[in-house]
């Protein structure tokens, strides 16, 4: 099978960029010719932002790779913003099927993530026009670019421009059920539940040992980490945090001040590796309407648990009492009491959560099986066009 992939990179690279190339490492050691044609964020010009709509360059660009490669399928990533719709214009000229993963929440809201000022933002939800994120300007605190972004969006959407896509993917239940009522999802267009996967780094044994808990991940509001901090305020328990963003300077701070908190700044993929290894658990005290979270994956490829807020696609990730540990998020009581519940467990009952993080990643998010759903949602794609 011949699959386009079309991505646009991030100013800084997450989560997404890191799916794509593993996505594309995937299918082609299963002997799938595989293109990228790729875009990028770095150089936020303002015509790039005036050509939000639709870019004439990344349409030509679009049709130029498809006559030269000739895929069977395009698989689109990330549109936002310097690819734009456009791409899923040529693709459709050209008549090849289009499989969309839906990473975050852009085309709902121009936030993106459907969070703003350190709490959830769902009023876009109930809105023909979003018009309450314009007026607090939600996207880079700009009313200007969000009423842009705001428009581009509402325009796609009256016009049917997301009937061209044939196939949605989507990682969780919550977040396809999100746009399954917002309306956006044609009738014709096939919807698909695939989570993400990671390559398992190392055999891994089921140990419950282990000296800290851990949280990476960016440093933002919406990760909770302010949450995380009071919950470990004057406790014996050991944190480690690893990562950048934002709020870097307020938890390297806080590591100055507490002696169980120590701060990780960024860390390289195997030290990573090294300190979930070493790790009692995971903690992803995220406060937002998680689409997917990586982290969480590889803690469970490593048979480490995961202590993880109730919320968002998570809870299809995390279950209580299985594979790790959940709470309410924001709620520092409730993680506090989840910490002395897992400190207090005997041996076989940390076991038996470290065994069932290791049984979840083989069953779930392991890349072989992530090969056979991105290869029937590519076939039963083909197949309906063909119909």
Known sequence: MRILIVHTYYKQQGGEDAVVQNEMALLQSDGHEVELIDFS???ATLLKVLLMPFNPYSYFTMLKKIKSFKP?????????????????????KMQVPIVMTIHNYRLLCPSG?????????????????PWSAVREGV????????????????????????????AMIFLGEHSGKIFEQSGLIHASTKTFLKPNFTNQKKSAAVNSAGEYYLFIGRLSEE??????????????EMLKIAGTGPLRDFVSEAGTHFVNVEYLDHLSKTEIEEMIVGSKALIFPSEWYETFGMVMIEAFSLAKPVIAADLGNIPSIVKDQVNGLTFSPGNVLELQRKLYEFENMD???????AAGALFSYHQYYA???NLKQLIHIYSDTLASKNT
């Open 139 to 166: 996207y880079q605190q700009s009313k200007v670019i969000t009423f842009w972004l705001a428009i581009s969006n509402y325009l796609h959407r009256k016009i049917g421009t997301w009937r061209l896509v044939n």
């Open 367 to 369: 890349p072989e099986v």
């Open 72 to 92: 069977d399928i395009v698989h689109v990533h990330n549109l936002h913003y310097a690819a734009t719709p456009s791409v899923l214009y040529a693709a459709k």
């Open 113 to 129: 993530s459907l969070f703003f000022k350190n709490k959830l933002f769902l009023k876009s939800l109930d809105e023909s026009f």
């Open 223 to 236: 990760k909770g980490i302010k949450t995380l901090l009071k919950a470990f305020e004057h406790r014996p």
């Open 41 to 43: 964020n770095a150089s």
């Open 347 to 353: 041996s076989q009952a940390k076991q038996n959560l």
